[in-house]
Structure formats: structure tokens, C-alpha cells
């Protein structure tokens, strides 16, 4: 292999290295931390593999070393580097934006001019009835799973619940967990009043089975 082979592999692995290098800092944050730390060690790895590349290339087979040389020269090569590297990095940025309530709630969590839907005199029945974005005005609701994730506000006008033998059977349920704490808080404050409610958090993959949800006899 001559020099300028050796050469562009050694530019041809550093830069796969640096787009691997990006891609592990624009995912940085995330809670898949072996993934990240899998991510820094194949930096590494190409890196030392590129440095020293020309120590590496005699203990390898021939063809093995020639394949990467026609790599490393190949146009198409570099230009597959770097569309998986930017891509990779586009695809992190917008799962990441994809989920700001979890991440950083507060009141910028949408915009207070935001436009809800309307909906009028519905009665919702053994369903899950989601929750944000929405104002009701008259709505009926019996034995529903009222669920809100806090990506928009949500209003309710003259709402029924029914009772069934003077029990409560709708609940509550989110998989935001800021918003399922505050619940928990706000549950503590109810029961000094006798009160109980029901919060279920749930994971990705979680169905809606219906607990009862009664007020507290005592």
C-alpha cells in the first residue's frame, strides 16, 4: 500500500471518527447512558486505529487492507460517512424536540394564545378521553381514563361524572412524570380532607385496565 493510500485511510477512519464524535455529543443528555458511553469508545477506537494505522496495516491480510484502501479513495465512501453522520445527528436533535414537556417543563410549555379544540354536550363511556388541547363545554363522563400528557392546556365547562352506586369509576392517567408527581403531591393535600383519588403511571407500552377510583368512607 503506498503512502497516499495509507493516508487517506488514516483521513477516511478520522473522519468517521469525528462524525461518530458528534453523533455521541448531540446525544449526550440521553437516558440511554451505554449507548452514549458505547458511542465515545468507538471514537476512541477509530481514532487510535486511524493514528496508527500504518503499525496496524502489516498484521492484517492483504486484501482486507486493500478493501479499506479502495474505501478510503472511493468518493461514495466519504460522501455515506457523511450522510449517515449528519443524519444520525438530525434524527437525535428531532427525537429529542420531540418530547420538551418531559425534559424542560415550566411555562413555556406552549404558547397561552394556543387554539384548542372544542368539543360540545359529547358523553364519553368505557374510553380513554385525551385531555390536551381540548375544552369541553358539557362533556359526561363514565368509567373513562381521562389522559393528559401537558403538551397544551386543557379547560372543562359544567363537566358530569357518573357515579356508579355512589362510586367514582373514571381515574387519571399520564406518562409525563412531573405531571404524575404533582398528582401524587396534590393527593397527599386531599386526603387531610378525606378525599382519595387514583393516579396510574404508565410506560410506553402500558394498557388502560380500570380500577376503581371511590371516596374514602371514613
Known amino acids: 500500500m503506498s503512502d497516499s493510500d495509507i493516508l487517506a485511510v488514516q483521513l477516511w477512519i478520522g473522519a468517521a471518527a469525528i462524525a461518530v464524535l458528534a453523533m455521541a455529543m448531540a446525544a449526550a443528555g440521553w437516558k440511554h447512558k451505554y449507548f452514549i458511553r458505547g458511542l465515545f469508545a468507538l471514537v476512541g477506537l477509530l481514532a487510535l486505529v486511524a493514528i496508527f494505522w500504518r503499525e496496524i ?3 492484517i491480510p492483504d486484501a482486507a487492507g486493500g478493501f479499506v484502501a479502495s474505501l478510503a479513495n472511493s468518493r461514495l465512501a466519504w460522501f455515506i460517512t457523511f450522510v449517515c453522520g449528519t443524519g444520525t445527528i438530525w434524527f437525535i436533535a428531532k427525537m429529542r424536540a420531540r418530547k420538551p414537556e418531559l425534559e424542560n417543563p ?11 379544540m ?13 385531555l390536551d388541547g381540548r375544552h369541553f363545554v358539557n362533556p359526561v363522563f363514565d368509567n373513562v381514563t381521562l389522559f393528559y400528557q401537558g403538551t ?6 359544567n ?14 392517567a399520564s406518562r409525563n412524570k412531573v405531571i404524575t ?25 402500558a394498557t388502560f385496565d380500570a380500577p376503581k377510583v371511590e371516596r374514602d368512607p371514613h
Open 57 to 59: 496495516m502489516p498484521i
Open 106 to 116: 415550566g411555562n413555556d410549555a406552549w404558547e397561552d394564545n394556543m387554539p384548542l
Open 181 to 205: 408527581m404533582a398528582i401524587k403531591i396534590h393527593d397527599n393535600l386531599l386526603k387531610a380532607a378525606s378525599v382519595q383519588t387514583t393516579l396510574m403511571t404508565l410506560g410506553p407500552e
Open 118 to 130: 372544542k368539543i360540545y354536550n359529547r358523553k364519553f363511556v368505557n374510553e380513554t378521553v385525551s
Open 152 to 157: 397544551g392546556p386543557v379547560f372543562m365547562e
Open 159 to 172: 363537566p358530569t361524572y357518573i357515579l356508579h352506586d355512589g362510586k367514582m369509576k373514571s381515574r387519571f
